[in-house]
Nanobody, 124 residues
Framework: QVQLVESGGGLVQAGGSLSLSCAAS????????MGWFRQAPGKEREFVAA????????DYADSVQGRFTISRDNAKNTVYLQMNSLKPEDTAVYYC?????????????????WGQGTQVTVSS
């Protein structure tokens, strides 16, 4: 069992930066690949970024490539999402998720555990 708690969301102007954190409970955090997803009002939840259990492998949605960076610290049971050059279209609730054996990082149903989400609002 893994419990995930996101933090770091808030209100920022376009062009600004935010750093999200996701703290995980449990002793097996390092065996899970971790992902960040987001969901805007009236839209489906979409993939943002993912990292392998070691942190070496990463993947990003085209919409955030070059602006967002995912990282993890297995000693702290935490995964991060650094978001730079934020745009109004990045406004959404951001969720972290954990998956033990994904066939695809970008599919929500591949993930076993989810956090409650943190709101990110980017004003124009």
């Amino acid at each position: 069992q893994v419990q995930l708690v996101e933090s770091g969301g808030g209100l920022v102007q376009a062009g600004g930066s935010l750093s999200l954190s996701c703290a995980a409970s449990g002793r097996t955090f390092s065996s899970y690949a971790m992902g960040w997803f987001r969901q805007a009002p009236g839209k489906e939840r979409e993939f943002v970024a993912a990292t392998s259990w070691s942190g070496v492998g990463t993947d990003y949605a085209d919409s955030v490539q070059g602006r967002f960076t995912i990282s993890r610290d297995n000693a702290k049971n935490t995964v991060y999402l650094q978001m730079n050059s934020l745009k109004p279209e990045d406004t959404a609730v951001y969720y972290c998720a954990a998956t033990a054996a994904p066939s695809s990082w970008v599919i929500t149903t591949e993930y076993d555990y989810w956090g409650q989400g943190t709101q990110v609002t980017v004003s124009s």
